[in-house]
């Protein structure tokens, strides 16, 4: 290193001495400094010497025709017409990789109007990574007990007997955090509309204005910290809850129907959730929400989860979940002209009324549930539940426990089948209004036509402890019921994975 230095330092200072000498040349070889030869020099030894130096003069020209060529170029990139054009959003973002690449003082403060640019390509930046996508979901189901009314009990979507019925259609706008890429923050709206919304959202124990929510599935915006080497990801607003291993999206389960435990375990939540990622296999879990099903609080408590997500090994997951919480509202509300109704607080319109003495008792679950891919094709998974509430502190615990287990094979690239057997002790009748015992067994093929285009052919058999599933007599109850569904789901968008 010191050796090419000093070599470049030399140079440096021969082509000085050309240029100069090259200068004096130019000007003539008259004069009293043309008769100083160097002492000894002959006539051809002065030829070459003149002919080397005019070499180096042309080499200097051309390296000058260069430097002014680049500048130009550097002052035509710096002009504003060439880098604010909105419409092109891929050269915006390219001239702020190459800012952050380091661009030279000298550069930054000869053309000030490529600054001022810079927040038209953050503003841009926004619309990258953001995704639109839609699904559909239909199904024609049969209940072999051909129940009055075409009711399946206990199920939380294919509720329709004998029915072409629209299970869901839905639209879900994202953009998700990019840590790597320095986006921080993001957000998720989903819209949902069907029968399924129906069954999410809507009950007016739980909200005062279920018709305001009812077809927003979640909404929620993220920012994601810094602590220390790790990511703290926080989550405000409405979201889908993972209490269960089933969610919302049917391109994403193993049956077509959803579990006992899914009908039965909360839907959603309103609130603040953090994600600690301690590591690559160890993430922690805490939510504080107004409650289950509650997008507006109907009481002064606060529910909150701890949890935790753990990856051991590649393709193993699994969850534990730990929520409490206070499910009994503390005031009731009025219909409008209800007698004893005047004179009584309002909120938007709403009379409501205080509950004397209402209940606070606790509302405890606990929730895990783990999935293990045995191969690229087959896929094992379970899940444990334990459900406790009471209606005062003082209260008896009403329990329900339970759980299910799940098995997946892919047999070809298109065929898969998958099967689910479960059982739900309702002792304390809080999911049926009965103490009984529930199982269930489904078993379930799907044929993908095409990466967003599925078919699922789906029998299943639900037995109750008591006479429990509607017949074709009214008064007439069964102890099962039996029932063949077909669905179709389409989907469509550039989210990858799971939704």
Request: hydrophobic share 40%.
């Amino acid at each position: 290193m010191k050796i090419r230095g000093l070599r470049a330092r030399t140079a440096r200072r021969g082509g000085t001495r050309a240029l100069l000498l090259a200068l004096w040349l130019a000007g003539g070889l008259s004069g009293p400094a043309a008769a100083q030869a160097p002492p000894g020099a002959t006539a051809p030894d002065v030829d070459a010497r003149i002919n080397q130096l005019t070499e180096e003069v042309h080499e200097l020209r051309d390296l000058v025709r260069r430097l002014t060529g680049r500048i130009d170029e550097l002052q035509s990139a710096a002009r504003p017409e060439v880098a604010l054009p909105l419409a092109t959003p891929a050269a915006a973002v390219g001239a702020a990789n190459v800012a952050s690449a380091g661009t030279a003082p000298a550069v930054a403060a000869a053309a000030p109007d490529v600054a001022a640019a810079a927040p038209v390509a953050a503003s841009t930046d926004v619309l990258q990574g953001i995704t639109l996508n839609a699904m559909l979901d239909g199904y024609y189901a049969y209940n072999a007990n051909r129940p009055i009314g075409r009711v399946n009990y206990l199920r939380a979507y294919d509720v329709s007997s004998d029915s072409f019925s629209l299970n869901q259609a839905d639209v879900i706008l994202e953009s998700a955090p990019d840590v790597a890429s320095g986006k921080r923050y993001g957000m998720r709206v989903d819209l949902q509309y069907g029968q399924a919304t129906q069954t999410l959202q809507g009950s007016p124990a739980n909200e005062l204005r279920p018709d305001v929510y009812r077809n927003i599935f979640q909404a929620y915006g993220t920012y994601v910290f810094a602590v220390g080497e790790h990511a703290l990801q926080l989550d405000f607003g409405k979201w889908a809850s993972s209490l269960g291993l089933e969610s919302n999206y049917t391109k994403d389960q193993l049956n077509y129907s959803r579990s006992l435990w899914f009908d039965y375990l909360p839907f959603y939540h309103e609130g603040v959730r953090a994600a600690l990622q301690v590591s690559d296999a160890l993430t922690l879990n805490y939510w504080i929400t107004n409650g289950t099903q509650q997008t507006e609080a109907f009481n002064n408590y606060k529910d909150q989860l701890f949890g935790f997500t753990l990856a051991p090994a590649a393709g193993v997951s699994w969850i534990f979940n730990y929520y409490v919480g206070q499910e009994h509202p503390d005031f009731v509300y009025l219909a409008a002209g209800t007698p004893g109704s005047q004179g009584l607080p309002t909120q938007q319109g709403t009379p409501f009324r205080p509950i004397p003495n209402a209940p606070t008792g606790k509302l405890r679950i606990a929730d895990t549930y783990a999935t293990w891919a045995v191969t690229p094709a087959l896929t094992l998974a379970a899940e444990a539940d334990w459900v406790v509430d009471r209606l005062y502190s003082y209260s008896p615990g009403q329990f329900t426990v339970g759980g299910a287990l799940y098995g997946r094979y892919q047999l070809s690239p298109a065929f898969a089948i998958a099967a689910r057997g479960e059982y739900l002790d309702d002792r304390g009748a809080l999911f049926s209004g009965r103490s009984q015992l529930i199982r269930e067994g489904t078993l379930t093929s799907e044929y993908r036509f095409v990466d967003g285009f599925l078919a699922r052919a789906e029998f299943r058999r639900d037995t109750a402890g008591t006479a429990y599933f509607l017949n074709d007599t009214l008064g007439v109850l069964r102890g099962h019921q039996d029932t063949y569904t077909l669905g179709l789901v389409w989907w469509l968008g550039r989210k990858q994975g799971s939704w």
